[in-house]
């Protein structure tokens, strides 16, 4: 089993930067892809990027490239999402996950997941 839990949401200021870290426990992330998702109020949970368990493969998704980088440290077991140039509408909240397979874009590749952490984007 893993547990993870997200951190570093909060409020900034569109053109800001915010970073996420997803800590596990309960198991080393080494063998896991792992995905950041997010979820608007009234929306389904979209595909933000993710990263395979080497950190050799990186995806994501067309609205975030360029602005979002994903990387993770497995001697930390830990699993960051670095956001720039921040926009109202990445206005979400921020879910982290675990596939023991391969990475992917929809969420049934991934059999683990955190609480979530909330990003506010303000005009």
């Known amino acids: 089993q893993v547990q993870l839990v997200e951190s570093g949401g909060g409020l900034v200021q569109a053109g800001g930067s915010l970073r996420l870290s997803c800590a596990a426990s309960?198991?080393?992330?080494?063998?896991?892809?792992m995905g950041w998702f997010r979820q608007a109020p009234g929306k389904e949970r979209m595909f933000v990027a993710a990263?395979?368990?080497?950190?050799?493969?990186?995806d994501y998704g067309d609205s975030v490239k360029g602005r979002f980088t994903i990387f993770r440290d497995n001697a930390k077991n830990t699993v960051s999402l670095q956001m720039n140039s921040l926009k109202p509408e990445d206005t979400a909240v921020y879910y982290c996950?675990?596939?023991?397979?391969?990475?992917?874009?929809?969420?049934?590749?991934?059999?683990?997941w955190g609480q979530g952490t909330q990003v506010t984007v303000s005009p």
């Open positions: 990263i395979s368990w080497s950190g050799g493969t990186t």
């Open positions: 996950a675990a596939s023991r397979a391969t990475i992917g874009r929809y969420t049934t590749f991934y059999s683990y």
């Open positions: 309960g198991r080393s992330l080494s063998s896991y892809g």
